[in-house]
Nanobody, 123 residues
């Protein structure tokens, strides 16, 4: 089973940028959909960005125009570029895999959840 490890979280000021990485232990070429989730205290883990094997992307309304998801199959890595960060973007970010974006949206994921990476945006 492929393992996914998130990294890149940090403390940044509002308006700043971060790039998160999700490194897979083996090839992600055959994984149909990959997604980034955000979890904040008291709230359900929500899908903020997803990408299919063909490169189609989908974003939560709250991050459209600010976040960009990409995948590098050669490096077995999925990225989340986050620009113009806002305090409400604060949370623990996780990545996971799914058969399609609808499955990701409903948290029907294919892998156990990892440790995530903490993003804190100060105002």
């Amino acid at each position: 089973q492929v393992q996914l490890v998130e990294s890149g979280g940090d403390l940044v000021q509002a308006g700043g940028s971060l790039r998160l990485s999700c490194a897979a232990s083996r090839s992600i070429f055959n994984i149909n959909a990959m997604g980034w989730y955000r979890q904040t205290p008291g709230k359900r883990r929500e899908l903020v960005a997803a990408i299919t094997g063909g490169g189609s992307t989908n974003y939560a309304d709250s991050v459209k125009g600010r976040f960009t998801i990409s995948r590098d199959n050669a490096k077995n890595t999925v990225y989340l570029q986050m620009n113009n960060l806002k305090p409400e973007d604060t949370g623990v970010y996780y990545c996971n895999a799914g058969n399609n974006i609808d499955h990701l949206r409903n948290r029907r994921v294919l892998r156990s959840w990892g440790q995530g990476t903490q993003v804190t945006v100060s105002s």
